[in-house]
Every structure is written in C-alpha cells, then in structure tokens.
C-alpha cells in the first residue's frame, strides 16, 4: 500500500487498515531502540506514540516531505532520544498529568512541534549531503544529472546536446552518473554517522 493511500485512510477514519500497514515500520524502529539499549517493550511504546502523532498531524494538516517510513523513522529516533535523555536525568514522567500530543519541553515547543522541526532537519541535511555528492562529482556527470532532473530534457535531447553517440549512450552515462553519486552519498551519510 502506497503512502497516499495509507494517508487518504487515516483522513477517512479508516485508522486500522492504516495501521496495519504502517506496522511494516516496526522492525526498523525495533532494529532502533533496541541498538540504543532499549527492549522490544520500549520500541513498541515509542512506535505507538510516532502512530498517534502521526494520526493526529494527518487529521489536522499534514503534508507529507519524505516517505512515511523516514517520517516515522525520525519520529521513533526523537521520541526515543528524549526517553534517554530523561531517564538520564532521572525526571518523573507523567503521563496522565499532560497528553502525549502537547508535552510542553523547555523551551515551549510541544512533541509533535519538536518532532516536525527534527524531522524537517534530519530532511535538510540529507538534501545538503545529496548536494554535495552531486557537487563533488566529475563535472560531466553533474552537467548531465542536472540537465536530465532539473531541466527534465529527454535522453534523445541530452545525447544531442552532450555530444552522445546517440540515446542509448546518453542512458548508460546517466546511470553510471547516478550511481558514483549514491556511492558518494552513502560514503558522506556514513562520514556523518560516524562523527
């Protein structure tokens, strides 16, 4: 089931077959907590929380930026950093004392404001690594990325303009382009994974 389709269900109230197909999410987000010292109790905990966020964004004015499952994903991450940080510190949670949905931090944003600005950050910094990788690759090669996405020429209109033999040599140097920059973002999301 397509993300769409997922969001058109929860907007029509149909939040179970919705659910049932975002709980294909789990074991990446399982995968998550349990490799930051969480158990399976704690990423089902965190998840169901991302779920009612999630549910709540959609039925107020939700546009979605990425996939559901980065979204979700960003959502987990956040959720579960806080659990660390708190429980670092120590702090009592209350859940029945404040709703899940406006958990107030320190510095007046709510959970779900806090997770937006997380999510749309984690957002921006994967599109300034993609452009560095594209920067950093042989200017041929981003010549002919930019022209085919950006200016959205065909390949007949690329090889013309590139100087290709034909078509087909057009095709095959758009691929080989477009896999040294996925080489080179993987290396660059690795580099900042790692720092």
Not at 25 to 50: C, M, W, Y
Not at 63 to 82: D, I, K, M, P, Q
Not at 163 to 190: D, I, M, P, V
Request: charged letters at 30%; proline letters at 2%; aromatic letters at 8%.
């Amino acid at each position: 089931m397509d993300d769409q389709t997922i969001l058109e269900l929860i907007r029509t109230g149909k939040n179970d077959l919705a659910l049932n197909a975002l709980y294909r999410n789990f074991p990446a987000i399982r995968k998550l907590v349990r490799s930051r010292g969480g158990s399976t109790k704690d990423a089902e905990d965190v998840f169901q929380e991302a779920l009612m966020i999630l549910i709540g964004k959609v039925k107020k004015d939700f546009r979605l930026s990425a996939r559901l499952s980065t979204y979700l994903y960003g959502v987990c991450h956040f959720l579960w950093t806080e659990q660390l940080r708190k429980r670092r510190q120590q702090v009592p949670f209350d859940p029945q004392a404040e709703g899940a949905s406006d958990i107030t931090s320190k510095g007046g944003l709510t959970v779900t404001e806090e997770v937006d600005l997380y999510v749309h950050l984690q957002h921006e910094s994967r599109i300034r690594l993609a452009e560095q990788a594209l920067n950093e690759l042989k200017d041929r090669c981003r010549e002919l990325l930019l022209i085919f996405y950006y200016s959205r020429l065909s390949l007949k209109e690329i090889a013309a303009k590139m100087g290709f033999g034909s078509e087909n040599s057009a095709k095959n140097q758009k691929y080989k382009c477009l896999e040294a920059a996925r080489t080179r973002l993987k290396e660059l999301q690795h580099q900042t994974q790692t720092h």
